[in-house]
């Protein structure tokens, strides 16, 4: 991004950094990667993001009144000393959700992918028997949980790796939030604009995981650079 913003010669550009690098223990080294490049990143506060948010839902919707939500949206999978918090973390979501009446809450299984399948199925185990003890927890106060397929840094990058998630899981309150771009190698997937040319969007991700969908996050693409256009 900085070197297209570089070749386009925009001169106002605003970096902000919001909870990811508020929460991340590397947010210092990342923020300081971020002014290597020749940008200014700001760490936004809680209600700076915040309101941030909601002048970017009153732009896309002039006189717009009620309430704007980004709810959910954490991780059941990573290092085992921090699973009791991101258990914490996934109970006061749900309990959130439930207050609001929300339809879904989001969930993913974010974590960088082992090299070794011992030290996949090390933090696979733990992974399942959160996602079904947080969708109990769920079931018990009307919430549905939607995880979403990711392709970076995530156990829920390719079809396969979704179904098993899915039928290990096995609940009927834990649903699949399909993500038409997040998949591994596809176009849409990260970083913008490069894909894998062997890999087939429709036969390789969508259509196997298609049935199991209960929400979709259409996206539409260049086709020429796979960059998503909205």
């Given amino acids: 991004y900085a070197l297209i913003i570089g070749d386009l010669g925009v001169e106002d550009v605003q970096t902000v950094a919001t909870a990811a690098a508020r929460d991340a223990t590397n947010g210092p080294e990342f923020l300081a990667a971020v002014a290597a490049l020749g940008l200014e990143p700001r760490l936004l506060t809680g209600e700076e993001e915040a309101t941030a948010s909601a002048m970017g839902a009153l732009g896309a919707f002039p006189g717009a009144r009620g309430v704007v939500a980004d709810l959910g949206g954490g991780s059941l999978v990573g290092p085992p000393e921090q699973r009791q918090e991101r258990m914490a973390k996934g109970r006061a979501d749900v309990d959130m959700a439930a207050i609001m009446g929300a339809q879904m809450l989001r969930v993913f299984a974010r974590e960088k992918w082992p090299e070794t399948d011992a030290e996949r199925e090390r933090l696979w185990i733990p992974m399942i028997e959160d996602f079904t003890a947080l969708s109990d927890y769920a079931e018990?106060?009307?919430?549905?949980?939607?995880?979403?397929?990711?392709?970076?840094?995530?156990?829920?990058?390719?079809?396969?790796?979704?179904?098993?998630?899915?039928?290990?899981?096995?609940?009927?309150?834990?649903?699949?939030?399909?993500?038409?771009?997040?998949?591994?190698?596809?176009?849409?997937?990260h970083p913008r604009g490069q894909f894998d040319p062997k890999v087939d969007l429709y036969g390789d991700y969508l259509e196997p995981t298609a049935p199991y969908a209960s929400s979709v996050r259409a996206k539409i693409f260049q086709i020429d650079t796979g960059v998503e256009t909205y």
Avoid at 152 to 168: G, K, N, P, V, Y
Wanted: contains cysteine.
């Fill in 140 to 189: 018990e106060n009307g919430v549905v949980l939607g995880l979403q397929n990711h392709d970076e840094s995530s156990f829920c990058m390719t079809a396969e790796q979704a179904l098993r998630i899915l039928h290990e899981v096995d609940r009927d309150n834990f649903t699949f939030l399909w993500d038409t771009g997040q998949w591994l190698g596809a176009i849409g997937s």
